[in-house]
């Protein structure tokens, strides 16, 4: 049974206390020995520890500095940061439409300077065309079963993408070569978005790799679509929700998959053969 949201959070949760009583308990204080030293009642080591109450980002330093483990302490609160705030829920998204959605993110856009994104089954939202990105978040519209505002979404979506050609920004894109035979929209509408993957690939600011159907030596298997803004912020899709990452040691492990994956890839004209070839199939 898939774990829900609101469980999952609370696992996340969980995994922070534990990790703050192994601190504690190396340390050789006792519950009552750590809340003196950081200056509370026992009882909230208590709560802490078995995930009642969420520490604060000021709890944690005073922890890990009364544990001797100090250089712990910005990944702990990351990681409790992330517990609190990982999910969120589709349906909170988009229930006033998906337009605004994408506006939502369009600030974050403009502050990010490298842009990392694996996908297994879509067009990145980057390089996206309108017919595409419409057809898409139509058909997300209907299934979620909110305001079908597809068109003005994909608009949106658009002109967000537009900072793919600002020279002081970076875009590297790898997709499984199973995304150019995945038809969204119309037959018209994929040709012009493969095309369209023909143009945009070739911009200085882009980099677009193909994982091909039979990467020989796999290393790494596909896995779900993720992005990587800049080296603080993963961001993974689910079908329940948008998983955000900025504990840096799960960063970390996305970066390390990002590379993994970057590595199967073919660029440039071995790339291009095989947008071409999926053209020609449409």
């Known amino acids: 049974m898939p774990i829900s949201p609101s469980s999952s959070a609370q696992v996340a ?25 950081c200056g509370w ?13 969420s520490p604060s980002a000021r709890d944690i330093s005073a922890w890990c500095l009364a544990c001797g483990a100090a250089d712990q302490a ?9 517990a609190e705030q990982m999910y969120t ?27 990392r994104v694996y ?29 079908n505002d597809g068109e003005h979404a994909a608009a949106a979506r658009v002109a967000r993408s537009q900072v793919i050609y600002e020279s002081d920004r970076r875009v590297v894109l790898v997709i499984e070569e199973g995304v150019l035979y ?11 978005q493969l095309g369209y993957l023909l143009t945009a690939g070739a911009l200085p600011t882009v980099s677009l790799g193909i994982v091909p159907f039979h990467a ?9 679509t993720f992005h990587i803004y800049d080296d603080t912020l993963a961001s993974v899709e689910l079908v329940s929700a948008q998983v955000n990452i900025n504990q840096p040691s799960e960063v970390a492990l996305y970066l ?14 071995q790339a291009r053969s095989r947008i071409l070839r999926a053209i020609d199939a449409l």
């Open 119 to 147: 996908s297994s089954t879509l067009v990145p939202g980057l390089l996206q065309t309108q017919g595409y990105a419409a057809a898409l978040l139509s058909g997300i519209a209907a299934f979620r079963e909110v305001p």
């Open 41 to 53: 009642h026992h009882a909230k080591t208590s709560r802490i520890e078995n995930a009642r109450t």
């Open 74 to 82: 910005a990944d702990l609160v990351a990681q409790s940061l992330n």
């Open 182 to 192: 995945h038809q969204i929209g119309d037959a018209d509408a994929m040709a012009a």
């Open 256 to 269: 390390r998959a990002f590379e993994n994956l970057r590595a199967l890839a073919v660029y440039g004209a």
């Open 216 to 224: 020989t030596s796999r290393p790494m298997r596909p896995v779900e």
């Open 13 to 37: 949760r969980a995994a922070v206390a534990r990790r703050l009583r192994d601190l504690r308990k190396g340390s050789g204080l006792t519950v009552t020995e750590l809340a003196d030293a």
């Open 89 to 115: 829920e589709w349906r909170h998204q988009v229930r006033s439409g998906m337009r605004q959605l994408q506006e939502d993110w369009n600030r974050f856009f403009k502050e990010t300077r490298l842009f």
